[in-house]
């Protein structure tokens, strides 16, 4: 069974930093692109990024490019999420996510991001 | 961008009805297109993907279909556990771009 089991959410003050983390189990880490998807409180799930197997094709939506960085660790079945430069609108539950051909079909629990100060 | 649109926003229902959701996408899917089921406090989860095929595991209660732009989820006789929020999805092309939500409620 796939498990993502993501950590290192918390309070951060706006303009500050926070680095994600998600720890994969039951699968080929190495095999998948990865991806982070939020969720602001009581709204809608948005996409953040993606990372290819290899790590060598990244994608980001246009609100977060050059102050988010994903990256991952094949050796360690890890994904990671740097956030730099966070601000209000940044606070959501971040999930780490397995992507397929057209789906997602593993997600985590989430991690939850407040920025406020 | 691609941009999702979906409709109703909310819909309340019974246990037995017959529920559709629709949704629409703003360029040409194709087939790419999947729906997720969210409860709350909970991660969502694939019940459809490439627009009808039931995610393993899934009621076959669940159904997809459409092409192009327009799609719907129709679940044929709503049961007490189908009661969340389901989202569409397109996969088209990054970046990936979800429907706003529909709340099924009681």
């Known amino acids: 069974e796939v498990q993502l089991v993501e950590s290192g959410g918390g309070l951060v003050p706006p303009g500050g930093s926070l680095r994600l983390s998600c720890a994969a189990s039951?699968?080929?880490?190495?095999?998948?692109?990865m991806s982070w998807v939020r969720q602001a409180p009581g709204k809608g799930l948005a996409w953040v990024a993606n990372?290819?197997?290899?790590?060598?094709?990244?994608y980001y939506v246009d609100s977060v490019k050059g102050r988010f960085t994903i990256s991952r660790d094949n050796a360690k079945n890890s994904l990671y999420l740097q956030m730099n430069s966070l601000r209000a609108d940044d606070t959501a539950v971040y999930y780490c996510?397995?992507?397929?051909?057209?789906?997602?079909?593993?997600w985590g629990q989430g991690t939850l991001v407040t920025v406020s100060s | 961008d691609i941009q999702m649109t979906q409709s109703p926003s909310s819909v309340s229902a019974s246990v037995g009805d017959r529920v559709t959701i629709t949704c629409r996408a703003s360029?040409?899917?194709?087939?790419?297109l999947a729906w997720y089921q969210q409860k709350p406090g909970k991660a969502p989860k694939l019940l459809i993907y490439?627009?009808?095929t039931l995610q393993s595991g899934v009621p076959s209660r669940f159904s997809g279909s459409g092409s192009g732009t327009d799609f719907s989820l129709t679940i044929s006789s709503l049961q007490p556990e189908d009661f969340a929020t389901y989202y569409c999805?397109?996969?088209?092309?990054?970046?990936?771009?979800f429907g706003q939500g529909t709340k099924v409620e009681i």
């Open positions: 996510a397995k992507l397929m051909v057209g789906k997602i079909d593993s």
């Open positions: 039951g699968l080929t880490f190495s095999n998948y692109w």
């Open positions: 990372i290819r197997q290899d790590g060598s094709e990244k």
């Open positions: 360029q040409d899917l194709s087939n790419w």
């Open positions: 490439a627009t009808s």
């Open positions: 999805q397109q996969a088209k092309g990054f970046p990936w771009t």
